[in-house]
């Protein structure tokens, strides 16, 4: 046996971090677009924002993670959906200051490096930037024996965009009497999920079983559909109307992102009876979550929200529509009579319709 002292044997495969680029250079580059030429193995990385057709921009950066989503996915060993959850969490508070995504960058940490597992997950990121539109323009493999155990790993994302400064969108025209359009949840997204987690722990509930909320799918598969990326659907919404404000339903359910973009004094009334929510909700609150938890934990059928005015919300529901949404109106913004700013009634409704 030989003493020489390597990385290899310290735990780190230079080898495989090579291969692992080498692999995921040609989803890098099915991302390309104007402004960025998606290229990886350099230090860094150039965007030409004149090429992007702005003339005037600001930039909004974002960052976020997956969250215990992830251990789903370590468990079930099924990779291949989570980098568009990661794009997606990123992108989608992008576009609700009216920002289109350009670019992203992604860190991959991992107890030891699995080729075929880190190739599935950046392949799910390349997906979601397609989705989103922007480049993958680079990111980072770290290998860290002793940090994360085999099999273990971590991501987080980072995205840019830029609006025209005269097009920021930040909700201060909202006004009493504009229109709340709620834009359809692919399921739990990725938020909740340690809730969800300790629901399956306890209940005895196995990643293996068949969902009783998807018929001919495992329950691990089903809650690994990924987060719904709503870029482009907005996008085409603010060049048809005057969005005056947009929610991304995250962490904090509908009634902690909501007031994020309400003018003070102002507050909003949904009625679940005007949306369907996938059938997880259902499954969810039936596991003894309660309503308030429920509509303070989980997105409840509605991954986006839109203000805008009586006259323009059914331009902003054809425009939505053709771009592939399920929108609908599902609330009205109001003058605050009390403390609470949403006020969310018939939610149940929202999983029984």
Known sequence: MSNERTY?????????????????????KSTARRGADASLGGFGALFDLKAAGFTDPLLVATTDG????????????????????????CVNDLVVQGAEPLLFLD????????????????????????????????????????LYADGDYDLAGFSVGAVERTQV??????????????????GVHSNGFSLVRRILAEDGVKLSDDAPFAPG??????????????????????????????????????TENIPRVLPDGLGVTLDGSQ????????????RGVSLTEMARVFNCGLGMVLVVTEADAPAALAALTEAGETATI??????????ERVHVKHLEAAWRA
Not at 172 to 184: M, N, P, S, T, Y
């Open 169 to 186: 969108v930040t909700g201060r025209e909202v006004a009493a009497g504009d229109l709340v359009i709620g834009l359809k949840s692919s």
């Open 275 to 286: 949306w369907q929510a996938p059938a997880v909700m259902g499954w969810l609150f039936s």
């Open 66 to 89: 997956v969250g215990t989503k992830l251990k789903l996915a370590i468990d079930t060993g099924y990779h291949d959906t989570v980098g568009i959850d990661l794009v997606a969490m």
């Open 217 to 254: 799918t495992s329950v691990g598969q089903a809650l690994l559909t990924p987060t719904r990326i709503y870029v482009k659907s907005c996008l085409a919404a603010l060049k048809a109307v005057k969005v005056k404000a947009f929610a991304h339903i995250t962490g904090g359910g509908l």
């Open 107 to 146: 860190y991959y940490a991992t107890g030891k490096l699995d080729v075929e597992a880190g190739r599935a997950i950046v392949a799910g990121i390349a997906e979601g930037c397609r989705q989103a539109g922007c480049a993958l323009i680079g990111g980072e493999t770290a290998e860290m024996p002793g």
């Open 330 to 339: 599902v609330g009205q913004v109001e003058t605050l009579s009390g403390d």
């Open 8 to 28: 290899r044997h310290a735990g780190v495969d230079i080898d495989a971090g090579n291969a692992l680029v080498d692999a995921i250079k040609p989803l890098a």
